[in-house]
């Protein structure tokens, strides 16, 4: 599974402990939480790396890619939750079309 960012503009807006988001595709592996546009990027994300602003109590958690198979194209897309407590990772545009990356746990 894989969410594909065709010249995508990507705004963070996830959990307040969330410090920044790594995608793992160029331009996309330090995308900090600050509710400010990046972009336009473009890639293929199969996981999201997130990490925490207190690294020693909550270390980086992987989230991977869940069904169905999302393609972004020049949207603005909206990164939210991804917290320590957080099962997923949700990724939504201006036209409400959503993508998960899911951790298998807590």
């Not at 969410?3 to 503009?9: L, M």
């Not at 020049?74 to 899911?102: I, Y």
């Amino acid at each position: 599974m894989a969410v594909t960012f065709e010249s995508a503009t990507i705004v963070v807006e996830a959990d307040a402990a969330v410090d920044y988001v790594n995608l793992g595709f160029d331009g996309a592996t330090h995308l900090p939480n600050d509710g400010k546009a990046h972009g336009p990027l473009s890639g293929i994300s199969s996981q999201a790396l997130v990490f925490y602003t207190s690294g020693e109590t909550h270390p980086p958690k992987t989230f991977y890619a869940a069904k169905p198979e999302v393609v972004f194209s020049s949207d603005t897309v909206h990164l939210t939750e991804g917290g320590p407590a957080d099962r997923k990772l949700t990724a939504t545009d201006e036209n409400d079309k959503t993508a998960h990356w899911e951790s298998p746990g807590l």
